[in-house]
């Protein structure tokens, strides 16, 4: 019986976004599959955390495309990337607080490629004036991906509302971010 390894890596994402001490054995029942089989595609929990990693880049930057950056308001588009990153935020909180992904000269492009394009949007944002110029586009980027981390797990522990995702982050992010008229 041929194994579906995208399969395999989504049962993975789907455990380990609940439960991310989850083992290998976890991880293989989770996905249906033996052990054994896991390990023959998977040689250990770095292989498979970083073929996660490939997989979250991949879904992050189909989110990218399908928010289109560059339209409209830096506001809006804003918007539609929290919107279109709401599907993948279990994983991204997952592999967010993966210190092994970040560690080390081994950092994947992938991530540099992610953050350039959202750091860009907040670039963006300042340079029309939405935005506040005090904080980076870099500050601005971990602040979003720290905000989506924390709204994946808090509807995953219950703590709020799943239809309250997008409005929890965007709100208060912008709600900080806009640039305040001065009186």
């Known amino acids: 019986m041929a194994v579906d390894p995208d399969h395999v890596l989504r049962s993975a994402a ?61 506001k809006d588009a804003v ?10 935020a279990g994983l991204l909180s997952f592999l967010y607080s993966e210190n092994q992904l970040f560690e080390g000269e081994q950092q994947n ?31 601005l980027t971990e602040a979003l991906y720290g905000l989506i981390a924390a709204g994946a797990w808090s509807v995953h522990d219950g703590k709020v509302a799943a239809k309250d995702f997008q409005t929890m982050i965007v709100e208060l992010l912008l709600g900080g971010a806009l640039r305040r008229e001065e009186s």
Do not use: N, Y
């Open 109 to 139: 492009e992938g991530w540099a490629r992610l953050d350039a394009r959202v750091s860009a949007l907040f670039r963006r944002g300042q340079d029309s004036g939405e935005f506040r110029i005090d904080l980076t586009p870099a500050w």
């Open 79 to 88: 918007r539609r990337l929290v919107r279109e990153m709401e599907p993948a």
């Open 14 to 74: 789907a455990l380990l976004t609940r439960k991310s001490t989850a083992t290998m054995d976890e991880v293989a029942k989770a996905a249906g599959i033996s052990r054994a089989t896991l390990h023959r595609h998977f040689a250990g929990r770095d292989a498979l955390v970083r073929a996660l990693e490939s997989l979250g880049i991949a879904e992050c930057e189909a989110a990218l495309d399908a928010a289109r950056l560059d339209e409209g308001s830096a």
